[in-house]
C-alpha cells in the first residue's frame, strides 16, 4: 500500500461476491459482519492442528484490545510510533484475506483511510509460482496490476532503485525493510506458523484475527438469512454442537455450515441434523452432488451417485491424501494429472467441486488448485466410512482399532502419552460417534 501520489488509472469502486456455481453472485457487503482482531499474538510458535488452536482461542478469557481493519495503520496509543508495516496473522479461513479485501474496498469506495493514494495487494500465492525468477518491483507491479501500466519509477517518488532487477524474495525483504518504498504502507497476512518467519524487529504492529465472537457468528446467520425463524434454528441447533460452534469461529466454516442446514431445514427432512464435523462435510458433499445433477440433469435421482461419481471422488480424495502427507495445501494441474484428474474433468463436476475445490486465479497463466480449507482435504483424504461408505463401499470401523485407543485412554498418566493428545483422540472417536470411550470412562 503506497502513500505516494501517482497517476494511475485506479478503479473508483471494488465490488466483492460471493460467486455460485450458476454464475450469480451476492454482495458480500450486505452480509459481511466484523471480525474479531487484537493486537499482539503468543510468543511461542503454535504447532497444534488449526482446529485444536480455535478450540483454545475459544476458551481465553479475551481481554485484549480489539482493533478494526480500517483502524490497521493508525496509532492508537501515545506509546506506539508510526506504524508501517504490519502483520496479521491468523488460522486457515478465519478472514485474513477478506480483512485486506475490506479495507480496501472502503479505501476505493471513499470511506476510510483516503491519505492513502494507491492500494496493491499482491497474492503471496502467486508470488511463490514465480519465486525463482528474477523482476523489479516496477515491472512485477505491472504484471500484477496492468491497469497500472503507466507508473513510472519516477512517479513513485522513491529513494531506492526499484527499476534493479532481483529475485522476487530478495524484492519483498527490501519492501518489508524500507529499502523499497520507504513511504510505502505494508501489511502482511500470514498462517501463525509462517508469521514467525518475518523478524520482529521489521514489524511496528503485530495483530492476530480470532474469527467471530460468539455475538458476531450470531449476526453473522442474521444477515445471511432473511428467514428471522431459519436463522434462529441454525444459531440453536450450531449452539448445542460443541465442534460446531468451536469451527464457527471461521467465516468459511459458517458459511458451509449456513448451505448445509439451509438444505437440511428447508426440505423434507427425516435425517438427523449433523452434530459432528464429519457429519457436516458428508452432508456438504451431498449437497454439492445434488447441485451438480440438478445442473446438468440425468435419470437418476439427485442424491444417487453414477459410478463415474464414485470414482471422481476417488481420485480426489487420493488427491487429498497424498498431498496431506507431504504437507501441501496447494496444487497445480500436473498434481491432478498424477491422480488421474484432469482440468476438465474438474470442470464437468463443478457443481461437486466449486465449493469444496476452488481454482485460484493466477499470473502466467498457471493455474493452483486448494480446497477451500484444510479440514476438508482431511476429510475427503480419510473416504469417511460411516455416512459416505455406502455412497463408496461400505467398510466396517475395525474392533482391534477401536481397542488400541482405549488403552491408549486408560494410560493417559504415563509419560508416553500426554494429556493433550489422550483428549484429541477422544475428540477423534466422537467424530466417529463411537460410544465405548465415554461408556468406559463411566464406569471405571
Known amino acids: 500500500m503506497d502513500e505516494d501520489r501517482a497517476e494511475s488509472t485506479v478503479p473508483s469502486c471494488v465490488s466483492l461476491k460471493r460467486t455460485n456455481e450458476a454464475g450469480s453472485g451476492t454482495l458480500l457487503i450486505k452480509i459481511y459482519t466484523e471480525l474479531y482482531i487484537t493486537e499482539g499474538q503468543s510468543e511461542e510458535v503454535d504447532t497444534q492442528h488449526e482446529v485444536r488452536q480455535l478450540e483454545r482461542t475459544s ?3 479475551i481481554q485484549d ?41 472502503d479505501w476505493a469506495e471513499g470511506l476510510e ?6 492500494v496493491l495487494p499482491l497474492s503471496c500465492r502467486e508470488l511463490n509460482l514465480i519465486r525463482d525468477e528474477q523482476h523489479s518491483l516496477l515491472s512485477l507491479l505491472h504484471v500484477f496490476h496492468p491497469t497500472l501500466q503507466k507508473i513510472r519509477a519516477e512517479d513513485l517518488t522513491v529513494i531506492s532503485d526499484v527499476t534493479q532487477v532481483s529475485s522476487v524474495g530478495v524484492l519483498l525483504v527490501n519492501l518489508i525493510q524500507g529499502n523499497l518504498l520507504p513511504s510505502a504502507l505494508i501489511w502482511i497476512t500470514s498462517r501463525p506458523a509462517a508469521a514467525y518467519q518475518i523478524p520482529p524487529s521489521c514489524v511496528d504492529r503485530i495483530t492476530e484475527v ?57 426440505r423434507d427432512q427425516r435425517g438427523e441434523l449433523p452434530q459432528t464435523l464429519t457429519d457436516l462435510y458428508s452432508h456438504f458433499l451431498r449437497v454439492q452432488i445434488k447441485r451438480k445433477k440438478q445442473k446438468y440433469g440425468g435419470k437418476q435421482r439427485p442424491e444417487e ?76 483424504a480419510a473416504s469417511n466410512q460411516r ?17 488400541k485407543v482405549l488403552n491408549n485412554l486408560k494410560e493417559v498418566n504415563s509419560d508416553e502419552i500426554s494429556p493433550d493428545r489422550s483428549i484429541n483422540i477422544f475428540h477423534c472417536l466422537m467424530e466417529m460417534k463411537d460410544q465405548s470411550v465415554h461408556q468406559e470412562i463411566k464406569s471405571s
Open 113 to 118: 483511510n483516503q491519505d492513502i493514494s494507491l
Open 59 to 61: 476458551k481465553k478469557n
Open 387 to 403: 455416512i459416505l461408505g455406502g455412497l463408496l463401499d461400505q467398510t466396517e470401523n475395525h474392533p482391534e482399532t477401536i481397542q
Open 65 to 105: 484490545t480489539p482493533i478494526k481493519c480500517q483502524d490497521i495503520f493508525k496509532v492508537l496509543s501515545e506509546q506506539q510510533r508510526h506504524i508501517r508495516v504490519v502483520l496479521t496473522n491468523g488460522v486457515a479461513g478465519v478472514g485474513k484475506t477478506f480483512s485486506v479485501q475490506k479495507f480496501s474496498l
Open 305 to 380: 451417485l453414477t459410478e463415474t461419481d464414485k470414482k471422481f471422488l476417488r481420485k480426489l480424495g487420493r488427491l487429498a491424501f497424498e498431498h496431506l502427507e507431504k504437507g501441501n495445501i496447494m496444487f497445480y494441474s500436473e498434481d491432478l494429472e498424477q491422480c488421474g484428474l484432469d482440468v476438465s474433468e474438474v470442470s464437468v463436476y463443478s457443481g461437486v467441486c466449486t465449493e469444496i475445490f476452488k481454482r485460484e486465479s493466477v499470473i502466467f497463466q498457471k493455474s493452483v488448485y486448494c480446497f477451500v480449507h484444510l479440514s476438508i482435504q482431511e476429510f475427503l
Open 210 to 266: 480470532r474469527g467471530f465472537t460468539d455475538s458476531q457468528k450470531e449476526e453473522y446467520f442474521r444477515r445471511r438469512f432473511s428467514d428471522e425463524d431459519l436463522s434462529k434454528r441454525i444459531i440453536s441447533h450450531i449452539k448445542a454442537s460443541r465442534s460446531l460452534h468451536i469451527m464457527c469461529l471461521i467465516p468459511v466454516f459458517c458459511w458451509i455450515t449456513a448451505i448445509v442446514l439451509e438444505d437440511m431445514m428447508t
